[in-house]
Every structure is written in structure tokens, then in C-alpha cells.
């Protein structure tokens, strides 16, 4: 967890300042935010060499010709790596995620889709940001959220879901909207499709991105009982939430029992909503696990070790959808395909 700075007065209880990684509260465990301009993509759906080369291939998260590489060494994204304990959505506002995982599934999903990731027992998938315009620039703007899961329920079923941007719900008001990725807002309400989710309305967790033009006014009616409320403003120069001030990058901690109200300054902002009820249970993490105990934890870790590379289904860890005209869709293992409506 950040430093929080000195607390404000009136319902925000703290403001701190993230950078690429949000400071989360349980029952979220980690937030990351991707905003990259990426060149044309060659032949392999990569930059080409002279944008790349001289970077820490691998390890890239130092911005330079306006974009990360991360840890791919040809495409950007995630190659191979684990998962286990927790659930992970993710949403790809621009540009596309090609997604596979080490039992056969793949795809790609972008452009409003949303992808709900169950991890209970150990999982591997690799995530790539496939540059699929070989002509023109492939900007995206991608977050990620993890959510933790009780105790009761890790080491269970795992399950990857697609939500398709055109069943979203997004409700629009004077200057804004809301993409409501979970919750309740403004009449509209999703939940996670995964089993063993925490993220339910039951648990009082809402997900919602807001964008707002200048001097819009967003009213948002109050948390569930108990439940942990954060705001992220991931654009803008400026808004005021209920007489303080926030800014671009700009972290609040805000009382959930208030209705919340947010006036934009005077350039279009992106204010990000995170509540749930806590899970309360006491953990053990390290890396990509998050179980009972440190004794659990390092057994993992060890499974990961001996069985990831073995098991890995494809001929590479940073695979992606080279086929010229892929869609935006989803492979099963057992041969299933799902494809967004329309």
C-alpha cells in the first residue's frame, strides 16, 4: 500500500498519487492502467526494430517514443506467466489483447470488450498488445483489476469469460457516461461471470469508468454497508470531489455511506469508481499467488516452477493472432468459439 498524503476534510479520508500501479483496498489486490502509442506494426504485429531496439526488452516500463514494450521482447504485453488465488478483469478501451492459456484456450478482445480471468488454482496465459494496423499508428489505453477471493474458495474451478463491449452497459448523462463493467449505476448492472467470484452485487463491488467532459456533474448514490470506496482520475487537469480537489493521478479515499458527487474542471477527465465489502481474511502472497499461508504459497510457487513451461500448449510464450482479418473472439478448449453479436 502507498503513503497516503495528509488527510483532507469532509468525506475523502485520504488522497495519495499513483503512477502505472493503483494502491487498491481488499477486496481488490492490484490495479494496473496501460496508455501507450504505439508505431505500425510489422509482419509480426510488433514495432519495428529501430523503435525498439536499445530498450531493456523483457522489462520495459520506462516510456520512450511514446510506448512500453513491458515484458515482450517482439510484441508488447505479457508473455506466459501465473496466476493463482484471485480473479482478474480486464478492459482494453483501446487497441486489442490477444489472450492464450496453458488448457487451449485463446483469443483476442478489444475496443470495449471486457475479460473476467478465474484463477482460483494455478493458471498461465500470456496477454499480448498485438499491433494489427500496419499502416497507421495502434495507440491503446488498457486496465486491469484484480479481485481477491475468500479463502474457502481458492484452489477451485478456473474459468476465462469474454464480455463483448456491445453487452456492456453504459449509461450517459448531461456531458458524461458510466461504463458500468460491474455493479449497479444509474438503473444499469453487471456482475462477474465467473464461479466463485467475490465481485457481486451481494458484496456491494462496483467497477465504473466515467468520462466526463468539461464541467460535467456526476452524482453516485452511496456504497453498501462496510464497503471500501476509491476513486482513480486517470485523465483530466482537475476535478472537485464533494470540496476537495483532485488531479490527473490523483488517488481518493472516499466515505461510503455519502452520495458522492464529482464536478469535472475544464478538459474531459476519466474517473475510475472501486468499492466492495472487504473479505477480511488474513493471507499470504508473493508474486502471482495469493492463498492461506507463506507454506502455501511457496508449494505453489514450486508447482509453477516444475509445470508451466511442460504443460504450455503453444509454440511460443508471446503468441499471437497472426492470421490477417482476425476478429475479436474466443476458443475454447473443447472447440467452442464465441464471436461478439452482430
Keep these: 500500500m502507498g503513503l497516503f498524503s495528509k488527510k483532507p476534510t469532509g468525506p475523502v ?45 523483457g522489462r520495459d516500463y520506462d516510456k520512450r517514443l511514446g510506448f512500453r514494450m513491458y515484458n515482450g521482447k517482439v510484441v508488447p504485453g505479457f508473455p506466459m506467466h501465473a496466476h493463482w488465488g484471485y480473479e482478474t478483469l480486464t478492459y482494453p478501451r483501446i487497441g486489442y489483447v490477444d489472450h492464450f492459456d496453458h488448457k487451449g484456450a485463446h483469443g483476442r478482445f478489444g475496443f470495449g470488450d471486457a475479460q473476467w480471468v478465474m484463477a482460483s488454482s494455478r493458471y498461465s496465459h500470456c496477454e499480448m498488445y498485438p499491433l494489427v494496423d500496419q499502416e497507421g499508428r495502434n495507440p491503446n489505453d488498457i486496465t486491469q483489476i484484480m479481485i481477491n477471493i ?44 465467473s464461479p466463485g467470484t467475490w465481485a457481486l452485487k451481494e458484496n456491494g463491488v462496483r467497477i465504473v469508468r466515467f468520462q466526463l467532459e468539461p464541467g460535467a456533474v456526476i452524482k453516485v448514490d452511496p456504497a453498501v454497508e462496510g464497503a471500501n470506496r476509491n476513486v482513480y482520475m486517470t485523465s483530466g487537469n482537475g476535478a472537485d470531489l464533494m470540496g476537495t480537489p483532485i488531479m490527473h493521478n490523483d488517488r481518493a479515499k472516499v466515505e461510503g455511506g455519502v452520495e458522492m458527487t464529482i464536478t469535472n ?20 502472497s508473493f508474486g502471482p499467488v495469493i492463498l492461506g499461508s507463506t507454506k502455501e504459497v511457496r508449494a505453489a510457487l514450486d508447482e509453477i516452477r516444475k509445470n508451466e513451461y511442460a504443460e504450455w500448449p503453444f509454440d511460443v510464450v508471446d503468441k499471437v493472432h497472426l492470421d490477417e482479418g482476425t476478429g475479436r473472439f474466443i476458443s475454447y478448449p473443447d472447440g467452442r468459439e464465441e464471436r461478439p453479436r452482430n
Design 13 to 57: 479520508i485520504r488522497k495519495s498519487v499513483f503512477e502505472i500501479h493503483w494502491d487498491t483496498e481488499d477486496p481488490f489486490t492490484f490495479a494496473s492502467h496501460h496508455e501507450d502509442d504505439y508505431p505500425h506494426g510489422n509482419r509480426q504485429l510488433a514495432p519495428p526494430w529501430e523503435e525498439i531496439g536499445g530498450r531493456d526488452l
Design 265 to 284: 474542471g475544464e478538459t474531459p477527465a476519466v474517473i475510475w469508481l472501486l468499492e466492495g465489502r472487504p473479505i477480511g481474511q488474513k493471507m499470504a
Design 150 to 193: 475468500p479463502l474457502e474458495r481458492k484452489n477451485g474451478e478456473n474459468a476465462v469469460t469474454t464480455v463483448w463491449s456491445e453487452d456492456i452497459p453504459v449509461v450517459r448523462g448531461e456531458d458524461w457516461e458510466a461504463t458500468v463493467l460491474c455493479g449497479s449505476f444509474g438503473g444499469e448492472s453487471a456482475e462477474s461471470p
